[in-house]
């Protein structure tokens, strides 16, 4: 192997701490693109759950452990969200099994964590280290038509490690305030496809060790990670009083119902999001562990832009 290709695999899996919970760690590769609160799921609502999109079809393992329960489940739609979010957005052909690996920790060995989206390689009983190739992507029936490939993570108690509910409450590690600064959602159009248009913009910021998104709430600024306003829900990476409106690009995009020490979560208010002639169900915000941060529009069917809705 040349030395410049080793660099090259060496600096994209460089390990970067993004959560812990007691006593546990969470990993992803700088590649990786994150998000905590940009799900309709009561895990990311309750800042409980991290989801990690490696932007390939292997996941790779965010913590060191060992591998002590695999459980492979059936799923079907979940209408339980249809309240949150239409059966249009789940229209698509997804994995009709899901699978949960559940890894005891090394760090403390009285938690686990458990990581669903992926079918496994490893096996039960067997140790793992942090970056481990450990299983491949998978798209279920949990997911919405624009939702990409990914791990979902958990930090929970070994006795009730299965449940959608429960699961230990994440510090998001290394971000900050961001600085504040006029953010205008200009960009370009970087890739389009029948489920979502990504486009890179020129107000993309650093705070801490994610790139991302800037809003302003009060006095304060942060990056915003969330689905707005489609999940009812986002949050900005700062700490804010409940009641503050949460701006981006001049527009009150909700206010903050409950806050943390390192973000705050804000109910969005109704609004509407248009672009490329279309009414879209709105934005999907993101963090990034390098300056390779994109936003992505969502239509409110598969194949919108093209005329048509896509089916399988």
């Known amino acids: 192997m040349s030395s410049l290709i080793f660099l090259m695999i060496f600096f994209k899996l460089i390990p970067m701490k993004i959560a ?34 490696f932007g390939d079809e292997i996941a790779l393992s965010p913590v060191e452990g060992k591998v002590v329960e695999i459980r492979r489940f059936e799923v079907a739609k979940p209408a339980y969200f249809f309240k949150v979010l239409d059966r249009d957005a789940f ?15 090394s760090e403390n060995p009285n938690k686990v964590v458990k990581i669903i989206h992926m079918k496994p390689f490893v096996k039960k009983g067997e140790k793992v280290e942090v970056f481990q190739e450990i299983g491949e992507l998978i798209r279920s029936k ?28 994440l510090k998001i590690i290394g971000n900050k305030e961001a600085k504040r600064a006029k953010v205008e959602l200009n960009g370009r159009l970087v890739y389009l496809n029948e489920n979502l248009a990504k486009f890179a913009l020129e107000s993309i910021t650093k705070a801490g060790s994610f ?9 304060k600024a942060g990056l915003i990670d969330g689905g707005i306003p489609y999940n009812g829900y986002g949050a900005i990476l700062t ?4 009641g503050t409106p949460v701006i981006i ?10 806050s943390y020490e390192d973000a705050s979560i804000f109910a969005c208010r109704g609004f509407q999001v248009k672009a490329l002639g279309l009414k879209l169900r709105g934005l999907s915000l993101t ?13 409110n069917k598969r194949g919108d832009w093209f005329g048509r809705n896509k089916t399988s």
């Open 287 to 299: 963090l990034s562990l390098q300056n390779n941060c994109k936003i992505s529009l969502i239509p």
């Open 91 to 105: 229209d698509f052909k997804g994995e009709k099994y899901e699978y949960a690996t559940i890894i005891r920790s």
């Open 239 to 242: 700490k804010v009083e409940e």
């Open 142 to 169: 949990l997911f919405t038509f624009w939702t990409g490939k990914h791990i979902h993570v958990e930090i929970r108690n070994p006795n009730d490690a299965l449940r959608a509910r429960g699961g230990e409450e």
């Open 211 to 219: 790139y991302g998104v800037p809003a302003l709430a009060g006095e």
């Open 249 to 258: 690009a001049n527009f009150e995009v909700g206010r903050i119902v409950k």
């Open 20 to 53: 812990t919970a007691c006593g546990v760690t969470l990993h992803a590769p700088k590649h990786a693109r994150i998000t905590f609160f940009n799900s309709p799921y009561p895990a990311h609502r309750e800042k409980k759950a991290v989801d990690i999109y």
